[in-house]
């Protein structure tokens, strides 16, 4: 089931890269980090912890590392 | 292997200060930042936000001065630019798109700045519980607002994150702050001296005014804070005030309570570090130029000592000129006649310091968390599991990540550091500083094979 964003949806967000999160595509404005352009859709957990327990991102700085995702294709 | 005569490691108000201000005085700088523009995390998206989102306000706007200044020919900027390694002597060994580089001067600055103290209580890790700053960073680079948020917690930032939220139509469901009257009345003989900062002063005031107007529920001397998921998305965040039981549903909980100087790089570095009572962190020892006791190495902004965007530019500049000295740039006289500007700006900048610290000062219920409150966000390790590795004969904070793991995770004891010298404290144990080891920063196992050749010559 969808989690709905904590955020509200972004007037100047306007279209942008397509991705697919979650088996739907979402659309992202170019320079949006990837934890931006997840939680402008999503408000679900990112990954689930070694104790099975749910976790997003946090800090957006760069300090809890705990958003932290595989990446399989590269910016040219 | 490229040279400069300093590398700067930060590209925030310090970083782009001491920049700009060595490379004028004919040093070649080569300033490295992690994140893909210069700013830090004040001027955090400055560079593309132009003139959209002005509710960031003036300040921020301003950010874009010091961005200016950096269009130098003696300054090398590398973004996206983590490092990861700083050895005496110095080099400093930072990735890039995947690359490994070692780079050596003869002069290194630290600007790392400050990250967020953690605020650990029943149910922090929980997706929708975020930092205050890091709500503010999603303003800032990506123009997203917190939906219905709650913000929890004690410190200005507060006030400017409820402020900008209510400017934009994202206004608060409540602000909860764990200050408490007694610690105002404290933090009031402070206040002289805070009158020589009376514009930064009256900015807070109008924030709070602004909050109040706009009928944003406010509690204060706020304790007790838990949260738990009650339905898809959506949290129960309760807490208690004024002697009542009072709880919000909130898609989004942002907690802050102060922020803290970075210093994974400088303890990492074999500097000395100190804990500041007034400011309940560790902070390296420097002198009134920045210098530290490792030959060639400065350190400035808030990763010295938290003091906000004017004072870390104020004392970019005054590590700039102090650099600029021992290159032989400048003559003693000259170092210290050009330091009388910044000297006093950063005066000016701390003068409300010893009041805001002593006002919003960290709850110690959140410094000293109990029972099943996670502390070590990567390893999951709780509040009691703590306390009993030291009835089990830890002895500070060496024992702790050995016995526990608390600290053995990605980010390396960045989120954890602080709580477990809060737990040690609260037990009368050891706390001293912790060590912070290399790879500072996540680096690919690829990049180090890579690099092994260049090593060996």
Known sequence: ??????????????????????????????????AAAVLAHSGAAFRRTEKDTPRAAYCIMGVCLRSTVSRTVRAA | MTEADLIIVGAGPAGMAAASTAAEGGAGVLLLDRQSRPGGQAFSGVTVNGDRREFLGKDYLAGRILVDALHNSNIVAEYGASVWRLERGARVVWSQNDVSHISSAPHVLLAGGAQERPTPFPGWTLPGVMSAG???????????????????GSGPLLYLLAAQMIDTGARPKALVETQTRLSLLKASRHLPQALLAATTLLKGLRLIRRIRNAGVPGFTGASGFRVRQIADGDLSFSFNARGQEHS???????????????THISRASGVDHVW??????????TDEWGATNVPGLHIAGDGAGIGGAEAAE???????????????????????????????????AMAIRPFLDAAYAPSRELSEPVGETI??????????????????SAQGPRHIKAATRAGMGP???????????????SCGADMSAPRARTPINPVRLGELAALAPSQET
């Open chain 2, 314 to 348: 104020a004392a970019g500049r005054l590590a700039a000129f102090d650099i600029l000295h021992q290159l032989g740039r400048l003559s003693e006289d000259q170092r210290n006649r050009s330091a009388a500007g910044p000297r006093s700006a950063l005066r000016r």
């Open chain 1, 1 to 34: 089931m969808k989690t709905a964003s904590r955020f509200l949806a972004r007037p100047d967000a306007g279209s942008g890269i397509t991705m697919m999160l979650d088996g739907a595509p979402v659309t992202a404005p170019p320079g949006d980090t990837v």
């Open chain 2, 375 to 392: 502390v070590c966000r990567c390893e999951e390790v709780s509040a009691d599991e703590i306390r009993k590795s030291l009835i089990d």
């Open chain 2, 248 to 262: 919000f549903t909130t898609p989004l909980l942002l907690t802050h309570q102060g922020v803290v100087p970075s």
């Open chain 2, 276 to 285: 500041s009572d007034a400011q309940s962190a560790y902070q390296p020892v």
């Open chain 2, 134 to 152: 890091a709500a503010q960073l999603l303003m800032k680079n990506a123009g997203l607002l917190p939906r219905d948020a709650v913000l929890a």
């Open chain 2, 411 to 425: 980010c390396q004891g960045r989120m954890c550091d602080l709580t477990v010298c809060g737990v040690l404290a």
